[in-house]
């Protein structure tokens, strides 16, 4: 029998999927928005003995549902759940099962026709999936741009607050050092109550100045952590760390290692911290390049290491042949939280963490150049020298101790270098690193040191050239030997001819250092 | 000539712009029975009019003056003892706070003694005397 359908066509009309169905769930009427969402074609729709060829719902669920709408007569909905689309495999149709959210609504006509609609809520709910994601994306996101202005705030005010107390405390300190100078040879009534009152101030200022020099050290907490490194390991290292997305990308990483070690003072784990992001961030322009560019280049990232002896620092280079960067932004790339990526690609912080690390070296990340051929953005490190004098003066600023010395040591080993100044600190001295016997000879005319340990083997001047140097600046500066016994004979050469005033054997120990010094400064003492 | 030197004693510029370290410092240097002729400024140009009246033993320098930087007039006094065929002026730079490129620019210009504030007439006797050459008066007889 032909039933008419024509009431039905209304329902063409509408957007959304409706099916009518008799109780024994055979298709009578579908709309237009029906076969769309089931993807089915009408042919396979038509010929569909029930709605379950094409819908792979259960049985009973749909039967409680006309039940439930025939029994009151009024509209019956389902749930939410997942639908499966069923493909029929035996048709053309190979897509695989689709599985959609929706809930289903019956309505009843009669006892034996139901208008079955469904109300899709999958594309609600990826949105709402999405919206959620992108929502803790920006909850972490914002927590860590509060926590890292939260650390520069702190340490850049830190900073500055030290300076404004310092002044105030050097003439406080100053002036009760004079006081309890004059007041010594005085004779006073209230002796007793002078000196108390003398003592709690001095140990009251006392206390602010430890306050103040943890202020800073929070300031530059790196600081503690500095050890001597070589820059090449650091940068092989970091090289290491971004070489599986480098070739994903199929762009070169170059690095000249230069002959010569490159050894520094450095906090390693930060330093590594620097240069992974500005790989990354040359990485993300040539990946960006490649997709937008129709001229293929290929991206190439170069890492140089070099000493510029004019700003007396050294060098690391970052070099990429990217897209460069546009002029008007160049001057806000350092500042916290600017990028020009994807939220979940970028946050902003690469430059501005990288930049406060470099600082905290006392050194500067700096671009130093950007045009349509690619960007270069070079890391500037004081030498080795510098560094562990600032932090060597910083200690000695820190205490009172008059007796402790500031000693150069002169060795290409950075291992030595870390020992030794180990032990030094334990003892309560504090060393100057230097790793080329020609930038020691220049800084003892720079800077003041009490005594100086030199390696005898090194590559480009021996001991023996050294220590000649030594003397043609200063006769009384004291210099001891460190070497193997193998060139003990060079010291039994040397020492009167260039006053060699001791010898440490490596391998040595933490006594034979402490000793061995202890001995050299109580002769200078005598002298 | 040491001791002749002694008897008439060295004289010194002190260069803060707060007074009371200037104070301080003159104090110091004074009570050590090694200075005698002890004079303050407390900007650059005060400074340089000091400098054209007579000629100082040592100079102590604060890093950051008003106006122009302490290391500004460390590089006038320089050319100035060029010219007029001084003795390379002995300069002690003091800071509030050491920084590398302090550090670096300071021995530039041949400074190579640096006291941080707060710093104790001890340390600031002991740098006078390592610049000036002589040793070191025993506690006793510094004041
Ligand atoms: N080598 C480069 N070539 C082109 N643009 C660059 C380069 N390095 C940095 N930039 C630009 O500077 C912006 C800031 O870089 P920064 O490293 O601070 O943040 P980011 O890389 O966007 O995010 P994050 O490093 O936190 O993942 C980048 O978004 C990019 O626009
Ligand atoms: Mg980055």
Same mark, same amino acid.
């Given at each position: 029998m032909?039933?008419d359908?024509?009431p039905?066509?209304?329902?063409d009309a509408l957007?959304e999927?409706?099916?009518i169905?008799?109780d024994?769930?055979?298709?009578?009427y579908y709309?237009?928005?029906?076969?769309?969402?089931?993807?089915a074609?009408?042919?396979?729709?038509?010929?569909?003995?029930?709605?379950f060829?094409?819908?792979?719902?259960?049985?009973?669920?749909?039967?409680?549902l006309? *039940?439930?709408?025939? *029994?009151?007569?009024q %509209?019956a909905l389902?749930?939410e759940?997942?639908i499966?689309?069923?493909?029929?495999a035996s048709?053309e149709n190979?897509a695989?099962?689709?599985? %959609?959210h929706?809930?289903?609504?019956?309505i009843?006509?009669s006892?034996?026709?139901?208008?079955?609609?469904f109300?899709? /809520?999958?594309?609600?709910?990826?949105?709402?999936?999405?919206?959620?994601?992108?929502l803790?994306e920006?909850?972490? +996101?914002?927590?860590?741009i509060i926590?890292?202005?939260?650390?520069?705030t702190?340490?850049e005010l830190s900073?500055?607050?030290?300076?404004e107390?310092n002044?105030? /405390?050097?003439? +406080?300190?100053?002036h009760?050092?004079?006081l309890?100078?004059v007041?010594?040879?005085?004779?006073?009534?209230?002796?007793?109550?002078?000196?108390?009152?003398?003592k709690?101030?001095?140990e009251?200022?006392?206390r602010?100045?430890?306050?103040?020099?943890n202020?800073?050290s929070?300031?530059h907490?790196?600081?503690e952590?500095?050890?001597y490194?070589?820059?090449?390991s650091?940068?092989?290292?970091?090289?290491?760390?971004?070489?599986?997305p480098?070739?994903a990308?199929g762009i070169?990483l170059?690095f000249?290692?230069?002959?010569d070690?490159?050894?520094?003072?450095?906090n390693?784990?930060?330093?590594?911290q %620097?240069?992974?992001n500005?790989l990354?961030?040359?990485?993300?322009?040539l990946?960006?390049q490649?997709?937008?560019? +129709?001229?293929?280049i290929?991206?190439?990232?170069?890492?140089?290491?070099?000493?510029?002896k004019?700003?007396?620092?050294?060098?690391?280079?970052?070099?990429?042949?990217?897209?460069?960067?546009?002029?008007?932004i160049?001057?806000?790339?350092?500042?916290?939280?600017?990028?020009?990526k994807?939220?979940?690609e970028?946050?902003g912080l690469?430059l501005? %963490?990288?930049?406060?690390?470099v600082?905290?070296?006392h050194g500067?990340?700096?671009?130093t150049k950007s045009?349509n051929?690619?960007s270069?953005?070079?890391?500037q490190l004081p030498?080795?020298?510098?560094?562990?004098?600032v932090a060597s003066v910083n200690?000695?600023?820190a205490?009172?101790d008059?007796?402790?010395k500031?000693?150069?040591v002169?060795?290409?080993e950075?291992?030595?270098l870390?020992?030794?100044?180990?032990f030094?600190?334990?003892?309560?001295?504090?060393?100057i690193g230097s790793?080329?016997?020609s930038? +020691?000879?220049?800084?003892?005319?720079k800077?003041?040191m009490?005594?100086?340990?030199?390696?005898?083997?090194?590559?480009?001047?021996n001991?023996?050239d050294?220590?000649?140097n030594?003397r043609?600046k200063?006769?009384s500066?004291?210099?001891i030997?460190l070497?193997?016994?193998?060139?003990?004979?060079?010291?039994?050469?040397?020492r009167q001819?260039?006053?060699i *005033?001791g010898?440490?054997?490596?391998?040595?120990?933490?006594?034979?250092?402490?000793t061995?010094?202890d001995g050299?400064?109580?002769e200078?003492k005598?002298? | 000539?040491k001791?002749l030197r002694?008897e008439n004693k060295?004289?010194a510029?002190?260069?803060?712009?707060e007074?009371?370290?200037?104070d301080?410092?003159?104090?110091?240097?004074?009570? #050590?029975g090694l200075?005698?002729?002890?004079?303050?400024?407390?900007?650059?140009?005060?400074?340089?009019q000091?400098? #054209?009246?007579?000629?100082? @033993?040592?100079?102590?320098? @604060?890093?950051?003056?008003p106006?122009?930087?302490?290391?500004?007039?460390?590089d006038?006094?320089n050319n100035?003892?060029r010219?007029?065929n001084?003795?390379?002026?002995?300069?002690?730079l003091?800071s509030?706070?050491?920084k590398?490129?302090?550090?670096i620019?300071?021995?530039?210009y041949?400074?190579?003694h640096i006291?941080?504030?707060p710093?104790?007439?001890?340390?600031?006797?002991?740098?006078a005397c390592d610049?000036?050459?002589?040793?070191?008066?025993?506690?006793?007889?510094?004041?």
């Amino acid at each position: 029998m032909q039933e008419d359908t024509q009431p039905f066509q209304l329902l063409d009309a509408l957007f959304e999927p409706i099916v009518i169905i008799d109780d024994k769930f055979k298709i009578i009427y579908y709309n237009h928005f029906f076969s769309t969402f089931t993807k089915a074609s009408p042919r396979i729709i038509r010929n569909a003995q029930t709605i379950f060829k094409i819908i792979n719902v259960e049985e009973k669920i749909l039967q409680t549902l006309l *039940a439930t709408a025939s *029994a009151n007569n009024q %509209v019956a909905l389902s749930q939410e759940m997942e639908i499966k689309l069923a493909s029929d495999a035996s048709e053309e149709n190979l897509a695989p099962d689709r599985q %959609v959210h929706a809930s289903m609504k019956v309505i009843p006509l009669s006892t034996t026709r139901y208008i079955l609609c469904f109300n899709v /809520l999958s594309v609600e709910k990826g949105l709402h999936r999405k919206y959620r994601e992108k929502l803790e994306e920006l909850k972490r +996101a914002h927590g860590q741009i509060i926590q890292a202005d939260k650390l520069a705030t702190l340490g850049e005010l830190s900073a500055s607050i030290a300076h404004e107390i310092n002044n105030p /405390l050097a003439i +406080a300190m100053g002036h009760g050092e004079i006081l309890e100078r004059v007041l010594e040879n005085e004779t006073i009534q209230e002796r007793e109550l002078v000196d108390n009152a003398y003592k709690n101030i001095s140990e009251a200022l006392q206390r602010i100045k430890t306050i103040v020099m943890n202020m800073k050290s929070f300031a530059h907490k790196s600081e503690e952590k500095k050890q001597y490194h070589d820059l090449i390991s650091i940068i092989d290292k970091s090289m290491m760390l971004v070489d599986t997305p480098f070739r994903a990308a199929g762009i070169d990483l170059k690095f000249e290692r230069p002959v010569d070690k490159f050894i520094t003072l450095v906090n390693r784990i930060e330093m590594e911290q %620097v240069i992974v992001n500005l790989l990354k961030n040359a990485l993300d322009a040539l990946r960006e390049q490649s997709t937008i560019s +129709a001229a293929h280049i290929h991206g190439i990232v170069e890492i140089k290491l070099k000493k510029n002896k004019q700003d007396e620092c050294l060098e690391i280079l970052v070099i990429d042949n990217g897209p460069g960067i546009p002029e008007k932004i160049q001057g806000e790339i350092f500042s916290p939280f600017f990028t020009t990526k994807e939220i979940s690609e970028g946050t902003g912080l690469g430059l501005s %963490v990288s930049s406060k690390i470099v600082e905290g070296h006392h050194g500067k990340l700096q671009l130093t150049k950007s045009s349509n051929e690619g960007s270069i953005f070079t890391v500037q490190l004081p030498l080795i020298e510098v560094s562990s004098y600032v932090a060597s003066v910083n200690a000695l600023n820190a205490s009172n101790d008059a007796s402790r010395k500031k000693i150069l040591v002169v060795d290409d080993e950075e291992k030595i270098l870390n020992i030794l100044s180990t032990f030094l600190e334990e003892v309560g001295h504090t060393m100057i690193g230097s790793t080329d016997p020609s930038e +020691a000879l220049e800084m003892m005319d720079k800077l003041e040191m009490d005594l100086i340990i030199t390696d005898y083997n090194m590559p480009r001047m021996n001991g023996h050239d050294f220590a000649k140097n030594v003397r043609k600046k200063s006769n009384s500066i004291p210099l001891i030997y460190l070497t193997s016994s193998q060139f003990l004979n060079h010291f039994q050469e040397d020492r009167q001819k260039y006053n060699i *005033a001791g010898l440490i054997l490596k391998p040595f120990s933490k006594e034979d250092v402490t000793t061995i010094i202890d001995g050299v400064f109580k002769e200078a003492k005598k002298k | 000539m040491k001791f002749l030197r002694l008897e008439n004693k060295f004289s010194a510029l002190v260069v803060d712009d707060e007074q009371q370290i200037c104070d301080m410092v003159k104090i110091f240097l004074t009570f #050590s029975g090694l200075f005698e002729n002890v004079v303050t400024a407390n900007d650059v140009i005060v400074a340089k009019q000091k400098l #054209s009246n007579q000629k100082f @033993d040592l100079i102590i320098i @604060d890093n950051i003056l008003p106006k122009r930087g302490g290391l500004d007039l460390v590089d006038y006094i320089n050319n100035y003892s060029r010219n007029a065929n001084y003795q390379k002026t002995r300069i002690i730079l003091i800071s509030g706070v050491l920084k590398a490129e302090d550090v670096i620019s300071a021995t530039r210009y041949g400074i190579k003694h640096i006291l941080v504030k707060p710093f104790t007439n001890q340390k600031l006797i002991a740098a006078a005397c390592d610049i000036l050459g002589i040793s070191t008066p025993n506690k006793d007889s510094e004041l």
